[in-house]
């Protein structure tokens, strides 16, 4: 099984075996990218090594978007070995890997945080009222995940340069745990982008709550998808967890609190989101490598 441990490991794997299309053309986060990605639907993952607004930052998008190039990755030969894997990971998870000292935590800013011009958040329609955070994985651990640990999506739009909307799915993972500390404490948590394939795989996957109940270890899921433990660091600010080799980090609290509007958003085809109040993440430090 090739290295897929983390997201640069991937590339370069993915690079090697000719499935990576790597440019040095500048792409606008701002409806360029969702279109490209669309026009690759079942081809190569694409690599931008420059983002309009951003010199520091790469964007990279389509990993999933090949089934073959997954179980390839995933070291299945088919659909069924895959299916397999699946299987034999949510029976035998192997639990996350906590070390002390992380790739993620190479770059720490905790003064003035200001997300907007770290991240380059996409908008994907020219009707789209503001750039979205989609791709960062949420993590919450501990006692906030009833001794497990969680990791999904929750579509975020930063409202101030540190205070996000917080999307939630009814039912989902992040509605247990919102619902069990509604208005009683705020929620440490991280949201991590750039990660190792398995957590992207695990976080877009976990929505079978009577196989994955609240307190179970889909962080220990994902690792037995890529064959060996996901590591884990403690977040420098709040009680929580990051992902050890995530290319951004963010740390805060969701805070059941308060609400903010988030805006209607393009979903399916013509259907779009209604305009909603969702509860507020409160952005404390924001760590890069």
Same mark, same amino acid.
């Given at each position: 099984?090739?290295?897929?441990?983390?997201?640069?490991?991937?590339?370069?794997?993915?690079?090697?075996?000719?499935?990576?299309?790597?440019?040095?053309?500048?792409?606008?986060?701002?409806?360029?990218? &969702?279109?490209?990605?669309?026009?690759?639907?079942? &081809?190569?993952?694409?690599?931008?090594?420059?983002?309009?607004?951003?010199?520091? *930052?790469?964007?990279?998008? @389509?990993?999933?978007?090949?089934?073959?190039?997954?179980?390839?990755?995933?070291?299945?030969?088919?659909?069924? *070995?895959? +299916?397999? #894997?699946?299987? !034999? *990971?949510? %029976?035998?998870?192997? =639990?996350? +890997?906590?070390? +002390?000292? &992380? =790739?993620?935590?190479?770059?720490?800013?905790? #003064? @003035?945080?200001?997300?907007?011009?770290?991240?380059?958040?996409?908008?994907?329609?020219?009707?789209?009222?503001?750039?979205?955070?989609?791709?960062?994985?949420?993590?919450?651990?501990? #006692?906030?995940?009833?001794?497990? @640990? %969680?990791?999904?999506?929750?579509?975020?739009?930063?409202?101030?340069? /540190?205070?996000?909307?917080?999307?939630?799915?009814?039912?989902? %993972?992040?509605?247990?745990?919102?619902?069990?500390?509604? %208005?009683?404490?705020?929620?440490?948590?991280?949201?991590?982008?750039?990660?190792? =394939?398995?957590?992207?795989?695990?976080?877009?996957?976990?929505?079978?709550?009577?196989?994955?109940? #609240?307190?179970?270890? !889909?962080?220990?899921?994902?690792?037995?998808?890529?064959?060996?433990?996901?590591?884990?660091?403690?977040?420098?600010?709040?009680? *929580?967890?990051?992902?050890? /080799?995530? !290319?951004?980090?963010?740390?805060?609290?969701?805070?059941?609190?308060?609400?903010?509007?988030?805006?209607?958003?393009?979903?399916?085809?013509?259907?779009?989101?209604?305009?909603?109040?969702?509860?507020?993440?409160?952005?404390?430090?924001?760590?890069?490598?």
């Amino acid at each position: 099984m090739v290295d897929i441990t983390s997201l640069r490991s991937t590339l370069d794997e993915l690079n090697r075996n000719g499935e990576l299309l790597t440019t040095d053309t500048e792409i606008n986060p701002e409806n360029e990218l &969702a279109a490209i990605q669309k026009h690759f639907d079942g &081809a190569l993952p694409v690599l931008f090594n420059r983002v309009k607004g951003y010199p520091e *930052a790469r964007l990279f998008t @389509n990993l999933f978007a090949n089934e073959d190039r997954i179980f390839r990755l995933f070291g299945a030969d088919n659909s069924r *070995a895959f +299916k397999a #894997k699946c299987i !034999e *990971a949510l %029976h035998h998870p192997i =639990p996350p +890997k906590v070390v +002390k000292n &992380a =790739p993620c935590q190479e770059i720490v800013i905790d #003064k @003035n945080v200001d997300v907007w011009p770290i991240v380059p958040m996409i908008s994907h329609t020219p009707s789209d009222p503001g750039r979205t955070l989609g791709g960062g994985n949420t993590v919450v651990t501990g #006692k906030y995940f009833w001794g497990g @640990n %969680h990791i999904g999506f929750n579509r975020m739009n930063f409202r101030t340069a /540190n205070e996000s909307t917080f999307q939630i799915s009814p039912g989902s %993972h992040c509605d247990m745990i919102a619902t069990e500390f509604y %208005h009683k404490e705020p929620i440490p948590m991280t949201i991590n982008m750039g990660v190792p =394939p398995a957590c992207t795989l695990m976080a877009g996957s976990g929505f079978l709550y009577m196989i994955l109940p #609240k307190g179970c270890d !889909e962080l220990g899921v994902a690792g037995a998808m890529q064959g060996s433990p996901i590591e884990i660091v403690k977040a420098r600010t709040v009680d *929580a967890h990051a992902i050890a /080799n995530a !290319e951004y980090v963010i740390e805060g609290y969701l805070d059941t609190t308060q609400r903010m509007w988030e805006s209607p958003l393009a979903h399916i085809g013509p259907i779009n989101s209604w305009p909603q109040r969702s509860p507020t993440v409160g952005t404390g430090r924001f760590i890069i490598r």
